[in-house]
Nanobody
């Protein structure tokens, strides 16, 4: 079992920054990758960024150059640094942890970009 706790969401003005954190606990040694997804009502959940245990990353084109994903393996924590935020970045952001045989999701944190 893996538990994920997200933090760092909130309200920010366009052009501003936020940093999301996702701390994993439980059987974290088997986690192969952690990532961030986002979802708006009535829309599919979409990949934002993912990072493997070895540090390889995959960033969505829509946020490339503005968002950075990083992880601290010792703390089993993944971070999403979001800069130059746009209103279209508004969504509930979910953390996900992948293991070879299953996956776990966090509860989600709301990010609202509005003036």
């Amino acid at each position: 079992q893996v538990q994920l706790v997200e933090s760092g969401g909130g309200l920010v003005q366009p052009g501003g920054s936020l940093r999301l954190s996702c701390a994993a606990s439980g059987n974290t040694l088997s986690i192969t990758a952690m990532g961030w997804y986002r979802q708006n009502p009535g829309k599919q959940r979409e990949l934002v960024a993912i990072i493997t245990r070895g540090g390889s990353t995959n960033i969505a084109d829509s946020v490339k150059g503005r968002f950075t994903i990083s992880r601290d393996n010792a703390k089993a924590t993944v971070y999403l640094q979001m800069n130059s935020l746009k209103p279209e970045d508004t969504a509930v952001y979910y953390c996900k942890a992948d293991r070879p045989w299953d996956a776990y999701w966090g509860q989600g944190t709301q990010v609202t970009v509005s003036s």
